[in-house]
């Protein structure tokens, strides 16, 4: 209770402490270099632990390096596990912008798929039409049903006021079932769960392609579709920071009644943004399965849409970070089958996670290391 | 007598600023000791220091003649320090009991809460501190809850309770309600340090004073008999404030604003505004004075489009806007300066030029076709700025890094520059210091000469006399008097429901 014994057990001091102000401004480069150092440093925390179950995390990170990016091919690979990751993060960090938590990119990434696919397989568009017309209307077809998918939770919210965690969460397995029931029934093939192969007019045109001049494009697997999913991420991009509408989507997010002070229609934009947002996972439904597996099937994504979730906060809700986070996750994905199917890639990928989420600080926050005084 | 509290050369520093220096406090037994300074000039810090949150650089502090370290504020509490800060620190879904035992060691396992609450009605008895210990937190009013952390404070057994602008988010019949509180506390033997930058209260309550200004002590321990609000105004801001604002006579224009037999529904669904009937011209005033609660911000939501009403008209400028949008109410040329601030006026995380643009966005050079033109954004949020000194490092700056004044004058800045017709001002100045009222009142009575129609909402009636043409009186949703004289011993009883002729015979 007296100041005395408060004194001694002060009696030793640690002769420097931690200063930890908020910063008013934070200057443009910080933020990337924060992030960088992030990975960095979960990739020395990854590899004290591959250490200590007895691995040589030096052997790991070359052999994990190598088989994402150690070659034209396997890069090309990853960039094709990174497609459908940039459309489904660009698709959540729209939505979540405005504070709509759509966590049902996976279904409508589904939904995406089987629209493009009824365009082939109901003949929408005939067998022979050219390339570009089919693709075409594959696209819009995708965007469409990925749009539905997302109209309905908007809808439901804006009328009656329905969590759209729930809704979104919920459709996903509807998308599922809706998927497998025109495979199972519908369009099986043989007896056999997916839809016959579609003709060649409805594959994205991969690199491969023109291997003929350029023999160094052998085998590379990245298709059109990559080229589609940065444009998609770029317009998104340029919707959310340069357009007035995106002005109101920010605005709507951070203070939904300041946004209805400013004569904002809220209950509209939340259906929009999130038709937007459904519309841009379903376009990552068809580019897979025009540019990678050529048929509507039920394993057509491996949870992309819920990675989603993860790229589209790991790139701060920038479109135009998904980009480059997406290639990071499509490499760890990749790489991880090559090494163990669950272990040291998902751990890696946790540390990363963890370590960028906690440098949030450093942005916020100015953290000094300084002598004690008095 | 002697000091029960006496804090010597406290020296704090944050980044950039220095938030107290070499400040010297001395509290007596038994008194109210009020803190006097403008919003920034270090009454808070320094009082955070004395309870235990922020350690000074310099600087002691002596308890009953010991001199005392605090490493955290039980430290504080344990010698018998504890603050109320201006943001209750309450759960909501807990009960009055609940939250006064939250932390403490007892009770041990069992949580047999009658025991305590018979307690905490009988501390609550002894100070005059009216509470039902079985409440839980949400069903109370601010008033209430405030009670409850005073409550908090006593049953820790604090000797010395520091209270953090307690007035500021109270209504006038629960600043009368609490001053009689503090009283009984120091009847029955307590300290009490009154934080506050309001003149008549501290004149009111305190025994003595202590001003700060930018961190240092103008004057220590004045006895407020011996000095007068002029005096203290110009210890806390160091130069003369004009109380008395330059207003010009002018005859009004044409009707602006026009309300015919308007009724709406308060958020609960309840009765707020019963049949108003209003008219404001252009280059007039029209202070709306009551009680908080009386169906003013009910009001201010209508005419701004934010609330529908249940029935009659409201046109501006002879065009019918009933029921219309907020943002048919913008494109009329409605201006708003909202209550709340932080909560409808800005967007926190965004920057001051995305705050200044909000109303002006749809329309070039903002608006280029559907993008944004962002360096005309920039550009005139630059203006702005500089127009109306924004101390900001710069327009990129997020608003919720700005303080009280400097964020009215953002808004102040968006609504303003847009040449309004008719102006809503709610609150304007409310938790302003002396030196941001003075301006924003003049930035009103330009708006008036220029021709506005200014609707002004305010719980201080000192700020109505001044600035308006025309008084009319709210009282539960009813306009209960036209054209008032500025009196405030008639629009007193007016406001607290007393008939008109009440009021004529209490003038008399």
């Not at chain 1, 946790?350 to 600080?361: H, K, P, T, W």
């Not at chain 2, 108003?276 to 007039?284: A, C």
Request: glycine share 10%; hydrophobic share 45%; charged share 20%.
């Amino acid at each position: 209770m007296t100041s005395t014994t408060t004194d001694a057990r002060r009696s030793f001091r640690f002769p420097l402490e931690l200063q930890i102000e908020p910063r008013m401004d934070s200057p443009r480069w910080l933020a990337p270099l924060v992030s960088l150092v992030a990975v960095l440093l979960a990739l020395v925390m990854g590899a004290v632990v591959l250490a200590l179950v007895g691995g040589n995390p030096f052997r790991a990170y070359a052999h994990i390096a190598g088989a994402a990016f150690g070659s034209l091919g396997v890069f090309s690979d990853t960039l094709v596990k990174a497609t459908p990751l940039i459309f489904t993060g660009t698709a959540c960090a729209v939505a979540f912008k405005m504070k709509l938590w759509n966590i049902g990119a996976e279904g409508q990434f589904f939904m995406g798929a089987l629209g493009a696919s009824i365009v082939i397989l109901a003949g929408v568009v005939s067998e022979d039409a050219s390339r570009f017309v089919t693709l075409l209307a594959m696209a819009v077809a995708g965007a469409l049903f990925g749009a539905a998918w997302g109209f309905i939770p908007g809808i439901l919210k804006a009328r009656l006021g329905v969590n759209e965690i729930i809704t979104t969460l919920m459709l996903n397995y509807i998308a599922f079932a809706l998927v497998n029931y025109f495979i199972f029934g519908i369009w099986s093939e043989g007896g056999f769960q997916m839809t016959r192969t579609f003709q060649r007019a409805a594959w994205f045109p991969r690199l491969s392609d023109l291997a003929e001049q350029f023999p160094i494009m052998r085998g590379l697997t990245t298709h059109a579709g990559f080229i589609f999913a940065v444009v998609v991420a770029i317009i998104a991009w340029y919707i959310l920071f340069r357009s007035l509408w995106g002005y109101e989507i920010r605005l709507i997010g951070d203070n939904p009644r300041a946004a209805k002070y400013a004569g904002i229609k809220i209950t509209r934009n939340t259906v929009l943004v999130l038709m937007l947002s459904g519309g841009i996972a379903g376009l990552g439904g068809m580019s897979e399965i025009s540019g990678v597996i050529h048929r509507l099937q039920s394993s057509i994504s491996p949870g992309y849409g819920f990675t989603g979730i993860i790229i589209a906060w790991l790139a701060k809700l920038n479109p135009l970070l998904v980009i480059p986070v997406s290639i990071l996750f499509g490499g760890l994905i990749l790489a991880g089958r090559e090494i163990q199917p669950a272990g040291v890639p998902r751990l890696i990928q946790g540390i990363i996670l963890f370590m960028l989420i906690a440098s949030e600080v450093f942005l916020r926050y100015r953290v000094r290391l300084v002598r004690r005084t008095a | 007598m002697d000091n029960l509290i006496e804090m010597r050369g406290i020296t704090k520093r944050f980044p950039g600023v220095i938030a107290n220096e070499d400040v010297d406090f001395k509290l007596r037994h038994g008194e109210i000791h009020a803190l006097l300074g403008e919003n920034g000039a270090g009454k808070s810090t320094l009082m955070s220091v004395l309870a235990g949150l922020y350690r000074p650089e310099a600087g002691t502090v002596l308890v009953r003649g010991n001199p005392a370290t605090f490493n955290s504020p039980r430290d504080a509490i344990d010698l018998g320090i504890g603050m109320i800060h201006q943001h209750f620190t309450l759960i909501q879904s807990q009960t009055v009991t609940e939250n006064i035992l939250l932390g403490l060691d007892e009770p041990r396992f069992l949580m047999r809460l009658s025991r305590y609450d018979k307690q905490m009605a009988h501390i609550g008895d002894q100070f005059g501190l009216q509470v039902t210990p079985d409440a839980k937190i949400w069903q109370l009013s601010v008033g209430e809850q405030q009670r409850v952390e005073i409550l908090k404070m006593l049953y820790r057994g604090v000797e010395v309770l520091i209270m953090d602008e307690p007035t500021s988010v109270l209504a006038p019949q629960e600043i009368d309600e609490l001053f009689k509180t503090l009283r009984s506390m120091v009847a029955e033997g307590k300290s009490i340090v009154f934080i506050s930058h309001k003149l008549h209260e501290v004149m009111t309550i305190a025994d003595r004073i202590t001003v700060l200004r930018q961190g240092k002590v103008t004057a220590a321990g004045i006895d407020p008999a011996t000095t007068s609000k002029a005096e203290l105004a110009n210890l806390m801001v160091g130069r003369k404030v004009l109380f008395e604002l330059e207003k010009i006579d002018r005859e009004p224009g044409d009707v602006v604003l026009e309300l015919a037999g308007v009724s709406a529904d308060n958020d609960k669904r309840l009765p707020a505004l019963r049949s108003i009937d209003l008219k404001v011209r252009s280059g007039e005033i029209v202070g709306v004075a009551g009680v908080a609660g009386n169906g003013q911000s009910e009001l201010g939501e209508v005419i701004t489009g934010l609330r529908t009403c249940t029935s009659g008209s409201i046109r501006v400028n002879g065009k019918d806007v009933t029921n219309r949008s907020a943002r048919t109410s913008i494109d009329f040329g409605v201006a708003h300066i909202p209550e709340d601030r932080t909560h409808v006026g800005t967007a926190p995380n965004l920057s001051i030029t995305d705050n200044v643009i909000m109303k002006k966005y749809r329309t070039p050079p903002i608006a280029r076709r559907t993008l944004l033109d962002r360096d005309a954004a920039q550009k005139m949020a630059e203006g702005l700025k500089a127009e109306y000194t924004i101390l900001a490092p710069s327009v990129e700056t997020p608003t919720r890094m700005l303080s009280g004044g400097n964020l009215q004058r953002v808004i102040l800045a968006r609504e303003l520059s847009s040449e309004p017709t008719l102006l809503i001002a709610m609150q304007p100045t409310r938790g302003l210091d002396v030196g941001a009222i003075e301006g924003v009142q003049r930035m009103l009575l330009e708006q008036r000469d220029e021709g506005a129609a200014i609707l002004l909402v305010s719980e201080e009636l000192e700020e109505i006399f001044t600035l308006s043409d025309r008084i009319v009186v709210v009282y539960e949703g009813e306009i209960v008097a036209d054209g008032v004289e500025a009196d405030a011993a008639k629009v007193g009883l007016l406001m607290t429901g007393g008939s008109h002729e009440a009021a004529e015979e209490h003038a008399a």
